[in-house]
């Protein structure tokens, strides 16, 4: 079973620059996380998505965070303008449905902001 | 959710038993206990559920006393591969987003 791909696997750019990750989850799972996890720190829940649904966003800085999940399928986080605050790892995960259902994790993506 | 804490850090030695306790004071009846491990450069990756007593698989077991406010994953005869950090989660079904802690990281020494 092919597990969920995450692309780029690192990114640098500049501050006030803009960067997209891509996620691919494992077929069939309806539900998709996306994870900020800073060096030293567990991974902190940006965004959930059920399907093509928004479940939760709570957390993430919508002034310059965007993310979605087109057809239910693959999803993408944006983030425009970057900032120093932003480097971190970005991990997607997956599951079939969310609560007592187990996480399946990417590889994450490692940004850093210059 | 319940809040979670566990210890920050952990050392053992190879062929050890290791035991990390989890505090969850605040559980709900309709709440589970889950465990992830995370190697560097890597996702978090599941380890074990349960939602009292004991479970036990191919890589560990979990053990939760009746009033359900603590748990322990214990990991038999550990080697330097176990090396990592883990995190435990209280998790439901009822669409409450999974909260990660701080972890715990393991540190086997040869």
């Known amino acids: 079973e092919a597990g969920v791909a995450q692309s780029p696997r690192y990114k640098i750019i500049e501050k006030r620059q803009s960067v997209a990750f891509w996620c691919n989850p494992i077929?069939?799972?309806?539900?998709l996380y996306w994870y900020q996890q800073i060096l030293g720190q567990g991974p902190k829940l940006l965004i959930q998505?059920?399907?093509?649904?928004?479940?939760?966003d709570s957390q993430l800085p919508k002034d310059r965070f965007s993310a979605e999940r087109l057809k239910g399928v693959d999803s993408t986080l944006k983030i425009q303008p970057a900032k120093l605050e932003d480097s971190a790892v970005y991990l997607c995960a997956s599951s079939l449905t969310d609560g007592t259902e187990k996480l399946f994790f990417g590889s994450g993506t490692q940004l850093s902001v210059l | 959710l319940a809040k979670t804490t566990q210890p920050i850090s952990m050392d053992s030695y190879e062929g050890q038993e290791v035991n990390i306790t989890c505090s969850h004071n605040n559980i709900a009846t309709n709440d589970y206990i889950t465990w992830y491990q995370q190697f560097p450069s890597q996702g978090p990756r599941f380890i074990i559920q349960?939602?009292?007593t004991k479970v036990t698989n191919e890589v560990a077991s979990l053990f939760i006393p009746a009033d359900r406010k603590s748990s322990t994953l214990s990991l038999p005869r550990v080697s330097l591969s176990d090396t990592a950090v883990y995190y435990c989660l209280v998790t439901n079904n009822q669409g409450g987003k999974l909260i990660f802690g701080q972890g715990t990281e393991l540190s086997v020494k040869p």
């Open positions: 077929s069939g799972h309806a539900t």
């Open positions: 998505f059920q399907n093509n649904g928004v479940v939760d």
């Open positions: 349960g939602y009292k």
